[in-house]
Structure formats: C-alpha cells, structure tokens
C-alpha cells in the first residue's frame, strides 16, 4: 500500500467525525457510529495491497447507495468518505502515476473542502453566537397569562426599542421573547427590561444566548 493511498483512507475516516458531530443526538446515531467504523476496514489491512484496494472499493461503492437509501438519517453526511475511499483504492503511482497523481490532487481538494465546511459549519452555529452579544430578552412568564403577554404589551415594549414579541415554550413553561436592535444604547435596555418585568405573569427575565434566540 502506497503512503498516498494510506493518506487517503486515513483521510476517510477524519471525513466521519463531521457527520459524527452533526447526528450526535441522533436517534439512529448508533448507525452513525457502525457507518464511519466500516470506513476505517482498509487501514485495517497495511501488508495486503490487494485486500486494501478492494475493502476501499467494496466500503466506497456501498456507501453511495446507502447515502441514498438513509437519506432521511442522513446518511449522505458519509458520501465524502466514500469518494476518499475510491480515490484511494486508485491513487498506487507505482500502477499508473499520472492516474495516483489526479486521485491523490482530487482526493486532497475534497478532503480541503470537507475540512473548510466543517469550519464554516461550527463557526456559523456554534463560535459566532458564542462571540456574538445577546440581543434578546427571555421572560418566564405564567401559564394562565401566556397568551395575554403576547400582545397586550407589544406596543409598549416597541416604544422602548423592542424589534419584536414572540412567544414560545421550552421545558414545559411559557416564555415571552422580546428582541432588540444590537445598538440599543444600555439604558434603553436597562429600562426595556425593567418594563417587561413589570408584565403581569411575569417572574424572570434575563438576556437569552444567541445560540437559542438569534
């Protein structure tokens, strides 16, 4: 087995961890799991050149169809994997050097482009709303005076600088969110939520994440 070959499959199976992250809380995730396990076969077989190129090419190929097949379990999320495996089962220079050079470019360009997804992905969800200052104010509001929060209120709160007044529940209790321009100057803040506080029903508020509000 060619180094460049080894890369490539070692470079599959680092395509699995994305998809991993991202079905996590999966209900199938164990599927997830014994999916990116069969992409890890071919390194499994270092002295065995031909047994590599063919578990590459069995794993490859049957992962395409079984994207499809689990489309709806996202399945798909492994196709990256896939195609690193197929290009790795061609990328030998000592068979065809031009062929392993154009597998092994090919192979380098997606695994860049999974590598610059996957940042894109964490830092649009996760380290941007992290970074990013709240801008919206949750209040816990009573059962019984969800519904009339809503609305009643909504004039007042614009007055104050809110954006917009939606409700919303999370763990079985009412909440009112109420959203303000990120250049609210901070005691047209202090006073806005000094004023939904003052809400009937109302027995909490503080700043949500963005993470979970916008």
Same mark, same amino acid.
């Given at each position: 087995?060619?180094?460049?070959?080894? #890369? @490539?499959?070692?470079?599959? !199976? /680092? %395509?699995?961890?994305? $998809?991993?992250? =991202?079905?996590?809380?999966? *209900?199938?995730?164990?599927?997830?799991?014994?999916?990116?396990?069969?992409?890890?076969?071919?390194?499994?077989?270092?002295?065995?050149?031909?047994?590599f190129t063919?578990?590459?090419?069995?794993?490859?190929?049957?992962?395409?169809?079984?994207?499809?097949?689990?489309?709806?379990?996202?399945?798909?999320?492994?196709?990256?994997?896939?195609?690193?495996?197929?290009?790795?089962?061609?990328?030998?220079?000592?068979?065809?050097?031009?062929?392993?050079?154009?597998?092994?470019?090919?192979g #380098? @360009?997606?695994?860049?482009? !999974? /590598? %610059?997804?996957?940042a $894109?992905?964490? =830092?649009?969800?996760?380290? *941007?709303?992290?970074?990013?200052?709240?801008?919206?104010?949750?209040?816990?509001?009573?059962?019984?005076?969800?519904?009339?929060?809503?609305?009643?209120?909504?004039?007042?709160?614009?007055?104050?600088?809110?954006?917009?007044?939606?409700?919303?529940?999370?763990?079985?209790?009412?909440?009112?969110?109420?959203?303000?321009?990120?250049?609210?100057?901070?005691?047209?803040?202090?006073?806005?939520?000094?004023?939904?506080?003052?809400?009937?029903?109302?027995?909490?508020?503080?700043?949500?994440?963005?993470?979970?509000?916008?």
């Amino acid at each position: 087995m060619h180094r460049w070959q080894r #890369a @490539l499959a070692a470079s599959a !199976v /680092l %395509a699995t961890v994305p $998809a991993l992250l =991202w079905t996590m809380h999966s *209900h199938v995730f164990a599927l997830h799991v014994l999916t990116a396990l069969s992409v890890a076969v071919p390194l499994f077989l270092p002295h065995r050149p031909v047994a590599f190129t063919r578990a590459c090419l069995i794993v490859g190929l049957a992962l395409l169809p079984w994207g499809v097949l689990g489309l709806f379990l996202a399945m798909f999320l492994f196709w990256p994997a896939a195609l690193l495996l197929l290009l790795a089962a061609f990328a030998d220079p000592r068979r065809s050097r031009w062929a392993a050079r154009i597998t092994a470019g090919a192979g #380098a @360009l997606l695994m860049a482009g !999974v /590598l %610059a997804g996957t940042a $894109a992905y964490c =830092w649009h969800f996760y380290v *941007h709303p992290a970074l990013a200052e709240p801008h919206t104010f949750r209040a816990v509001t009573h059962p019984d005076a969800y519904l009339d929060s809503l609305g009643v209120h909504e004039t007042r709160l614009q007055e104050l600088g809110a954006t917009g007044v939606t409700g919303t529940w999370t763990d079985e209790l009412p909440y009112l969110d109420v959203s303000f321009p990120e250049s609210l100057p901070e005691d047209r803040r202090t006073a806005l939520k000094e004023a939904i506080a003052k809400i009937p029903g109302v027995t909490r508020v503080e700043l949500c994440p963005v993470r979970e509000c916008g």
